[in-house]
Nanobody
């Protein structure tokens, strides 16, 4: 089970940090991802991290602004979002999969999502 928190309303240029609490103990090879979905759009990959090694991956649209991290002792991972833009507004989901993939269908466990709203 995955549970997100940390969404909210922020002005353009502002920052938010999302958290995802993970139930159970993921394998080192597991891959944790953040996705987002805006109304009328497909769910898209934002960032991902390999649970064991900590290697990270980002969508081009968020590189340099978003940072994904994990804390294995807390069984949680995070998405720090800086310099937020109106186009970043969406419902953000965390997900757990077995390998790096930007395709949502590859992830077996999902959180319920947390809303991020960015005012211009």
């Amino acid at each position: 089970q995955l549970v997100e928190s940390g969404g909210g309303l922020v002005q353009a240029g502002g920052s938010l940090k999302l958290s995802c609490a993970v139930s159970g103990r993921p394998f080192s090879s597991h891959f944790m991802g953040w996705f987002r979905q805006a109304p009328g759009k497909d769910r898209e990959f934002v960032a991902g991290i390999r649970w064991g090694y900590g290697s990270t991956y980002y969508a081009d649209s968020v590189k340099g602004r978003f940072t994904i991290s994990r804390d294995r002792s807390e069984n949680a991972f995070y998405l720090e979002m800086n310099d937020l833009k109106p186009q970043d507004a969406a419902r953000y989901f965390c997900a757990q999969g077995t390998s790096y993939d930007t395709t949502p269908n590859s992830y077996r466990n999902w959180g319920q999502g947390t809303q991020v709203t960015v005012s211009s």
